[in-house]
């Protein structure tokens, strides 16, 4: 079983006939262009013609990448198999399929054969939209958690009872969406540290010979966002945990390395490379945003409150407080309610929710991700007398209703309960 690194959180898996990808980001900005890879990548779409499979964790773009699919050859998409975790709303699916790409869904409680004696098993990881993934072939069995938010000994036990033995763990070592203001540079951290205490308790439990640090190959790229930098981990940061913390050994790699299961390697010369190409970045140009005009602005608002109108119970929905914004570049304050949408109001700025520009806020009501994707790239603030979780709340009802759900998300015999209420209600109305 042989490991090539292909980046941040891709990398390919080699046994026999079998080669499996997974989570293929090779290039370009994400998140509004704010996320860029901190290595430049060395596998070129031409290479996806020697892969058998394709595993996307989930359906963020530093893991699913609609351009990096896009410019794979049509000939190869047809011959490439597509496997997904089960979701309610199937999009991440039914994309590939539009691509051409074969699609298996895979089983939720079991082990999937990829063949000669190598099997996969991946589940979703709680309500995230995330998914682990393990693979157990006569080498041992490698478990690749990238961001599965696994903190407690408990949920790691959950995990180990169904994959049994750890060889291999992949995980995640630094943050990954807004912490603080640009003054709070403490949260960050702890952010940080956070991050690496849960790399241990994982290693607590799995108990793997070798760990291989992953999911976090990024820096933040925007001029808005940038100073979150100042605190990430570094993959050196992570080595040296590991070492002096845990009885595992870290495996670091470049991309382009590859590395046997099982085999001794030096990370040295990776880590010596990663090293300078964050200093690189240091001095790298930041992507900017021209200002939106504040009409669009008003009009996304509106269209935005009147889909997860349609989506959830009205009922439901007069429990979401409304949520005060500071444009900063307009230098606007603006209103958004459950039943008023979004509309200027009258408040100073430092008794607003949340403030930011007007691109990310315009993102933000583009499409029922667009908040999710503004928590990760960090494009706001959060003004001295504000609770920006007001604002999030909506962008957490968006989110839900992305993955195929509702807000709030009831179990079938309260959504079969309320169905006859209404029912009822309708009934004696009539």
């Avoid at 607590?204 to 820096?219: G, K, L, N, Q």
């Avoid at 909506?394 to 209404?422: E, M, S, T």
């Amino acid at each position: 079983m042989e490991i090539e690194w292909v980046n941040h959180a891709g990398f390919l898996l080699a046994r026999g006939t079998t080669r499996l990808l997974t989570d293929p980001w090779l290039e370009g900005r994400i998140f509004d262009d704010s996320w860029d890879l901190l290595s430049p990548t060395r596998f070129r779409p031409e290479d996806f013609g020697s892969l058998t499979h394709l595993w996307f964790s989930h359906e963020h773009p530093d893991h699913f990448h609609p351009p990096t699919l896009q410019r794979i050859d049509p000939e190869i998409r047809r011959r490439l198999t597509v496997l997904y975790q089960p979701t309610r709303d199937g999009k991440v699916a039914t994309y590939c399929r539009g691509l051409g790409f074969p699609v298996v869904t895979l089983p939720a409680d079991d082990w999937y054969a990829l063949g000669e004696d190598l099997g996969l098993r991946c589940e979703p990881h709680l309500t995230s939209g995330d998914s682990w993934a393990a693979l157990r072939g006569p080498e041992g069995t490698l478990l690749n958690v990238n961001d599965c938010v696994i903190a407690d000994p408990e949920t790691a036990r959950s995990i180990r009872d169904k994959v049994g033995s750890v060889d291999v763990l992949l995980t995640q070592f630094s943050y990954a969406c807004w912490v603080g203001n640009p003054d709070d540079a403490a949260a960050r951290r702890a952010a940080a540290r956070e991050a690496l205490e849960r790399v241990r308790i994982q290693i607590e439990v799995f108990e793997p010979r070798f760990v291989i640090p992953c999911a976090s190959f990024v820096w933040f790229c925007h001029a808005e966002n940038d100073y979150l930098n100042d605190g990430a981990n570094s993959v050196r940061d992570a080595c040296d945990f590991i070492r002096e913390r845990t009885g595992a050994t870290p495996v670091v790699l470049q991309p382009g390395d590859r590395w046997r299961l099982g085999e001794a390697w030096d990370s040295d010369a990776a880590l010596q490379r990663y090293d300078e190409d964050r200093r690189r970045v240091d001095s790298a140009p930041r992507s900017s945003s021209s200002p939106a005009p504040l009409d669009e602005l008003l009009r996304a608002g509106q269209a935005f409150m009147e889909r997860l109108r349609r989506l959830n119970p009205t009922l439901f929905l007069y429990r979401v407080r409304p949520a005060h914004i500071h444009v900063c570049d307009l230098d606007r304050t603006l209103k958004l309610s459950v039943w008023g949408g979004l509309r200027e109001t009258r408040i100073a700025p430092e008794a607003c929710d949340i403030a930011l520009s007007s691109a990310a806020l315009l993102g933000s009501f583009r499409s029922l991700w667009g908040g999710g994707t503004l928590h990760v790239n960090a494009r706001f603030t959060v003004p001295p007398l504000g609770d920006h979780q007001r604002f999030r709340a909506f962008a957490q009802i968006a989110n839900r209703n992305n993955l195929g759900g509702r807000y709030p998300d009831l179990p079938v015999r309260a959504r079969r309960a309320w169905q006859r209420l209404k029912s009822s209600v309708c009934r004696r109305a009539s």
